[in-house]
């Protein structure tokens, strides 16, 4: 499951500046994938890869609402870094 902050100009600007702009109303695109067991620890973690589901939310409560109908909670997530999600 990967969810990922919609980006604006002023996003890429304070990029370039050094810092992350914070922004309430910011949407957010939402990828269910499943992939294979055996290719997940490698370089080609994406052959064979399915998506599963997708949606778009045009902010955070509307990210609350698809995440709910999908049955998922906020707390059963983590950062990119501590999960097995390859990407």
């Avoid at 620890?41 to 955070?60: L, M, T």
């Avoid at 998922?72 to 990407?87: E, I």
Wanted: with cysteine; glycine share 6%.
């Amino acid at each position: 499951m990967d969810i990922t902050p919609d980006r604006v100009t002023f996003d890429d600007q304070a990029a370039q500046e050094g810092w992350v702009r914070s922004n309430a109303d910011r949407g957010f695109r939402l990828e269910h994938w499943e992939y294979d067991a055996d290719r997940i620890d490698g370089f080609d973690y994406d052959i064979g890869a399915v998506r599963v589901r997708a949606a778009s939310a045009k902010d955070e409560s509307a990210l609350e609402g698809v995440l709910a109908l999908w049955g998922l909670r906020p707390d059963c997530f983590d950062y990119s870094w501590a999960t097995d999600d390859p990407r």
